[in-house]
């Protein structure tokens, strides 16, 4: 209670303060008074001191009397459940943006904000918020008003701190040029876009992958292999497709949103697997008609349906609600069809049709056989046969399995090399195993609008990538002539483009892999106890023993008696350096490149490097030439491996020639700079160096050699990779025997890489 | 305590632990007894290699020292260490010093987690020396002949970087413990929870199902002990869903995808 008054009597004391700062100004008076009668039916009296100063900064920082008035209108509408802090650091977040950026962004700041609080929940995402604002207007003032315009388009999707991470992107990739700046902030850039779409839905297949296939793996113990079918633009909607080993899933079920969808590809999932495990055979379809096919195939539905509820009766529940038709539906054959799909597996379910009757009745009796598939060719054949005596009409054009989360149904059938087969089922088939090819990025850019600005960006990147600022020069150690030619070579610094191509995402999750599987290991991540300290956590045993033993004895020593957990050694700084030489664009036989597996090995490394707590960092290099060795910096060590270096990652292309000497020596001072315990220098190349001013092969082998030796006299290990299926012979004699690592299939350096990261750590 | 029999009193196994025997592994481990063999319980976590260990003890009759191992542990939590009382100095045995000295089973429990320079203390005393120098003390113990020890460690934590020195591994019989097929676990599992064989047989299913996630998104499947946990659970009135949420979906992963489909599996076999 006492606290209670003493800060009421102190806010008491700041609005009389205030009230004098503001003499002169009425409807500011006016405002401030509204505004604190609000806040103090909030309840949060000890807050309002503090409120009091803020108003006074924001007076103070002279923005002009909109801006304050802005900031006293949201205040007066302050939600009464909310923290008067939240509302002070807005406050104080305006004042900043004002200060580098104008008033005209603060008073945007204070309008935006009180539109989107109630998205930004808690302080944290606030806070984020506001945080990568207050860099925008240091960094990149020009661009506070563009970012404030999107904020609340992006939090009708995604966080306070997915808003950050956009920022942040958007400072880093622009290099510090406004021109790009702006582009970004206005999404008129791809990487821009792409971050920008985080969280947002639309196609419901890319959010429900991961889920799915643990799911389809724990209930069938099968792996399965999804791929993504595009919508069709046909009245007949989409259904899952299990062609050629491949389970194609629509990229939407149309009609089905949120928590449907959800249930819908749940369904569709369970019923594939239930195919896989349980149709065993392939029908053939000789000469069967469309209408016949079509219920062989619905009873054989039911077949593993029925099999796999055997097991796993929850699966009902999945499937049921589905299964909407009733007695009163229409007497189609289509119609017919659907409620038979029911009638066979909702024991609930009553129809008077003689058919259904029929058709359930045969399916019950066949109850001893039901693991047999030949029992859906049957009962199916009988009840074909009645459909067509019944003179109903099929329309094997507009058929389409039912319900929804029922596949097509044509992996059950073999077509065989039928040349007189009927034209409606081929038209089916063919219709259903037209499957778009995913992560193709031709098909990709044609429905992009912006492509001729797309090209035009790729020339720029290429153009940068082309000059770049020299930056070095260094000396070249000519062997034959034993003697050290002095700034030899000059090194080309370029902004590494970025490329707004989606990168692997399946990098992530072996990284993640990876770390869980170093952390096992005592010396990363875990914290090391540090016996025998001066002070501590906890009293060392032995030490204080041995401590009053030697006292006893007469015999003084220091009183090291503590243990305590100290984080375990942070000791490594890794330069990773890419070959980037026309070499690395040649494919192998299964067309990857070498370029690629560098790529992937170096997105994995870098984050689980990161993850470790060690600092990395990612360069790459080519040459063309000794005064033009181009240098670019991927990731930098303070960098964090993020949607920005994937993007730069992304973005590399091979060109030119391997002057691997000077870009050594480029790389060994950026790891001299660095405070580690070890620094490791680690090349990925897939070639002896070469250059195209140099006819004697031997010599800059002998001059990178000569670099990689004064390097390791510095203290640095350098480790190089052969990638490819070269021998290598020089790799020996440029970086020594045990140094020199061979990594014939390309596919397995990630691995390599991430091995040799675990025996430097021990 | 310097009586050696009240000491030992405390580490014996009064009532019979429960166990269902899944092979041979009763009679393997106790052929290895009769001859005093070292002895490593492999499997993974959950699946009853403490349990089948209190069994061993009890079945022979002979007192059970567990000690379980962690990173920070040095040889002298094992060994024993130099105390001070009002006279000066006395010595005081460590687990596995008691258990050489008086004639019990050690029980060292996740012995990997323990460092390599810990565990070398027990080879003197895992070849046919069965000797347990305490270099601090200028001691030289001759194991008592009842003395045996048993290791467990889970190959699931094992990686190229952390294992178990050659020079270790290769003193020790190896009894491989795997989860029990369906039936004896539904056994294990409905006399340990306390529940009908039928809701036994569910939770075996669930926990079959999530172990096809092992390596996929989950490190292990739901052990035994979880579905003991679940079936609990289910005793005190607990809803199906939410026992099994509780003892074996948010335990097993933080992953929402991987959550989710485990959630799947749940209703699916429900």
């Not at chain 1, 700041?109 to 604002?133: D, F, H, I, N, R």
């Not at chain 1, 010396?523 to 009293?539: E, F, N, W, Y």
Request: hydrophobic share 40%.
């Amino acid at each position: 209670m006492a606290v209670a008054q003493i800060s009421s009597l102190d806010s008491f004391r700041s609005g009389r303060r205030l009230a004098a700062l503001l003499r002169g100004h009425d409807d500011l008076g006016a405002a401030v008074q509204a505004a604190r009668t609000a806040l103090h039916r909030t309840d949060q009296l000890d807050h309002l001191a503090a409120w009091d100063e803020a108003v006074h900064e924001l007076f103070a920082a002279n923005l002009g009397q909109a801006v304050v008035l802005g900031f006293l209108h949201l205040s007066e509408q302050w939600p009464a459940h909310r923290s008067i802090d939240d509302l002070i650091a807005i406050g104080r977040a305006a004042r900043d943006v004002g200060r580098n950026a104008g008033s005209r962004a603060a008073h945007a700041l204070l309008t935006e904000m009180s539109k989107v609080l109630p998205q930004l929940a808690s302080a944290g995402e606030l806070s984020a918020v506001l945080v990568a604002l207050g860099q925008l207007a240091d960094v990149g003032p020009e661009s506070v008003g563009l970012a404030l315009g999107r904020l609340g388009p992006l939090l009708a999707h995604a966080g306070g701190e997915d808003f950050s991470a956009w920022v942040s992107a958007g400072l880093r990739a622009s290099g510090g040029r406004a021109s790009r700046r702006r582009a970004y902030f206005a999404l008129d850039d791809p990487l821009s876009a792409r971050l920008f779409a985080v969280g947002r839905t639309g196609d419901d297949f890319a959010r429900l992958e991961k889920r799915l296939a643990a799911t389809m793996l724990a209930l069938w113990n099968r792996k399965p292999r999804f791929r993504k079918l595009a919508i069709a633009p046909t009245p007949v909607p989409r259904r899952t497709s299990l062609a050629a080993g491949l389970i194609g899933l629509p990229e939407t079920f149309p009609g089905f949103e949120g928590e449907a969808a959800d249930a819908v590809y749940l369904a569709a999932v369970a019923h594939a697997g239930a195919h896989l495990v349980h149709s065993t055979v392939r029908f053939p379809v000789g000469r069967l008609k469309a209408l016949q096919i079509a219920l062989v195939s619905l009873i054989e539905d039911a077949r593993v349906e029925t099999l796999a509820l055997r097991e796993m009766p929850g699966m009902r529940r999945l499937w049921l609600p589905f299964h909407s038709a009733t007695p009163s539906g229409q007497a189609t054959a289509a119609g017919l069809m659907t409620r038979l799909a029911r009638a066979l597996i909702d024991p609930d379910y009553q129809d008077p049709d003689a058919w259904v009757t029929k058709g359930r009745q045969l399916f019950a009796d066949a109850a001893g056989r039901w693991t047999d598939p030949a029992i859906s060719r049957e009962i199916g054949g009988l009840l074909g046969n009645d459909i067509g005596q019944m003179r109903l009409q099929f329309n094997a054009k507009s058929y389409v399995v039912e319900p929804a989360y029922r596949d097509d149904n044509l992996a059950l059938w073999d077509f065989g090399e039928q040349p007189d087969s009927p034209t409606e089922t081929i038209e089916l088939a063919v219709d259903s195993v037209r499957i778009e090819r995913r992560d193709d990025p031709s098909s990709q850019s044609t429905d992009d609008n912006a492509k001729p600005h797309e090209t035009l960006r790729a020339k720029a990147g290429a153009v940068t990538l082309l000059d770049g600022f020299p930056v070095a020069t260094y000396p070249e150690w000519d062997y034959a002539a034993r003697t050290e030619r002095a700034d030899w070579t000059t090194i080309l610094e370029a902004d590494a483009a970025t490329s707004a191509q989606p990168f692997d995402a399946s990098t992530d999750a072996e990284a993640m892999r990876w770390i869980t599987e170093l952390t096992r290991d005592a010396s990363i991540g875990r914290r090391v106890r540090q016996k025998g300290q001066r002070d501590g956590d906890a009293l060392d045993i032995d030490a204080a023993i041995a401590l009053t033993i030697e006292r006893r004895t007469g015999s003084i020593s220091e009183p090291r008696v503590y243990q305590r957990d100290a984080p375990g050694p942070r000791d490594l700084a890794i330069l990773l350096l890419l070959d980037l030489s026309q070499s690395t664009a040649d494919r192998d036989r299964r067309g990857r490149t070498v370029l690629d597996v560098e790529r992937k090995a170096a997105a994995i490394m870098a984050s689980a490097v990161d993850a470790a707590n060690d600092a990395i960092a990612v360069h790459g290099f080519s040459s063309d030439g000794r005064e033009r060795v181009r240098y670019v910096r991927i990731k930098d060590f303070e960098e964090p491996m993020d949607a920005v270096v994937r993007a730069r990652l992304a973005g590399l292309g091979s060109s030119h020639s391997t002057r691997l000497g000077a870009a050594l020596r480029h790389a060994g001072g950026y790891l001299a700079g660095r405070r580690a315990f070890r620094k490791v220098l680690l090349v990925l190349t897939d070639g002896e160096p070469s250059d195209v001013d140099v006819p004697d092969p031997q010599y800059l082998v002998e001059d990178a050699r000569r670099a990689a030796q004064q390097l390791r006299r510095r203290g640095t290990d350098i480790f190089a990779f052969g990638i490819g299926e070269d021998r290598f012979p020089q790799l020996d004699r440029i970086f020594g025997e045990r140094y020199a690592l061979r990594v014939p299939r390309i596919e397995v350096l990630p691995q390599r890489v991430m091995q040799l990261y675990a025996e430097l750590k021990k | 305590m310097s009586n050696p029999a009240l000491l030992l009193d405390q580490y014996r196994i009064r009532e019979e632990p429960y166990y269902r025997s899944l092979k041979d592994e009763v009679e393997l481990f106790g052929a290895a007894y009769a001859s005093r063999m070292p002895v490593m319980l492999k499997g993974p976590t959950g699946c009853g290699k403490t349990r089948f260990i209190e069994y061993m003890a009890w079945r022979l009759g002979r007192p059970l020292i567990t000690v379980a191992c962690h990173e920070d542990m040095t040889a002298a939590d094992l060994v024993g260490r130099w105390l001070l009382d009002a006279e000066g100095t006395v010595w005081s045995d460590g687990p596995l010093t008691t258990a050489v000295r008086l004639g019990a089973i050690c029980y060292l429990d996740e012995v990997v987690e323990a460092r390599q320079d810990t565990t070398v203390v027990i080879h003197p005393l895992t070849d046919d020396r069965r000797v347990l120098p305490l270099e601090k003390r200028g001691e030289l113990i001759h194991a008592h002949s009842d003395f045996q020890l048993v290791i467990s460690y889970n190959p699931g934590y094992q990686s190229a970087i952390k294992d178990l020195k050659e020079s270790t591994k290769q003193r020790f019989a190896a009894l491989d413990f795997g989860y029990p097929d369906r039936p004896a676990e539904t056994e294990v599992v409905s006399r340990e929870a306390g529940i009908e064989p039928d809701l036994a047989d569910l939770l075996v299913k669930i926990a079959q199902h999530s172990r096809n996630l092992k390596g996929q998104g989950l490190d292990e499947g739901a052990s035994t002990r979880m579905l003991v946990n679940a079936g609990r659970l289910i005793g005190c009135g607990i809803s199906l869903e939410k026992a099994c949420e509780t003892t074996i979906v948010v335990p097993l992963t933080d992953d929402a995808d991987t959550r989710n489909a485990l959630r799947d599996v749940i209703s699916a076999c429900a």
